[in-house]
């Protein structure tokens, strides 16, 4: 079982940056693909278990960058040049398997969310 807790959100300015986090409880966080997404299911990035590659959805890409800390069991989303409509519940979720999925039924694990509010 693994149970994540993502935190870093709040309310920002149009323009603005957020960093959010997700810990992870478990031994095997570094096997894990791991993803964050918004309203539940919509994707925003994913890395695989090796920060070798990432993915982004293509309304965040250039201002969002997803990373991970192997040794500190977390996975970071850097958001940078916030808009409005980036306004939503962040969730961070973990996937078992070996392929990088960007659709949220594939993940296994979600933690409870976290708030981000951008303000026009």
């Known amino acids: 079982q693994v149970q994540l807790v993502e935190s870093g959100g709040g309310l920002v300015q149009a323009g603005g940056s957020l960093r959010l986090s997700c810990a992870t409880s478990?031994?095997?966080?570094?096997?894990?693909?791991m993803g964050w997404f918004r309203r539940e299911r919509e994707f925003v990035a994913a890395i695989s278990w090796s920060a070798g590659s990432t993915y982004y959805a293509d309304s965040v890409k250039g201002r969002f960058t997803i990373s991970r800390d192997n040794a500190k069991n977390t996975v970071y989303l850097q958001m940078n040049s916030l808009k409005p409509e980036d306004t939503a519940v962040y969730y961070c979720a973990a996937d078992r398997s070996t392929v990088v999925h960007t659709t949220g039924y594939a993940y296994d694990y979600w933690g409870q969310g976290t708030q981000v509010t951008v303000s026009s």
């Open positions: 478990g031994r095997t966080f570094s096997s894990y693909i």
